[in-house]
């Protein structure tokens, strides 16, 4: 069974960074395809980055120049690093991972890591 654990989340003033990590166990994280999503408080989650299995990476225009999303194969592991951050940027960060074969599709969510920005 695939699991997701998030970490590296906690509280920052405004500029400053933190690196999100996002270990998956039961399998091989470059065959899924892992996501970064974030939700505030009455609003629905929404995508921030993307890694595909292939390597490809994409980012939400309010991420792209501040974020980098990464993956670490020896590790298991998909990081978030996130600089300049500002107060839009608080919330929960979430790990997706999807895996899609011609017998399996797996999705898995973690349960999350807080960030908070305070001025």
């Known amino acids: 069974q695939v699991r997701l654990v998030e970490s590296g989340g906690g509280w920052v003033q405004p500029g400053e960074s933190l690196r999100l990590s996002c270990e998956l166990s039961?399998?091989?994280?470059?065959?899924?395809?892992i996501d970064w999503h974030r939700q505030v408080p009455g609003q629905q989650r929404e995508l921030v980055a993307a890694i595909r299995s292939d390597g490809a990476i994409n980012y939400v225009p309010s991420a792209k120049g501040r974020f980098t999303i990464s993956r670490d194969n020896a590790k298991n592991t998909v990081y978030l690093q996130m600089n300049s951050i500002n107060n839009e940027d608080a919330g929960v960060y979430f790990c997706h991972g999807n895996l899609q074969t011609r017998f399996v599709t797996v999705n898995s969510w973690g349960k999350g890591t807080q960030v908070n920005v305070s001025s």
């Open positions: 039961g399998g091989k994280i470059w065959d899924y395809n």
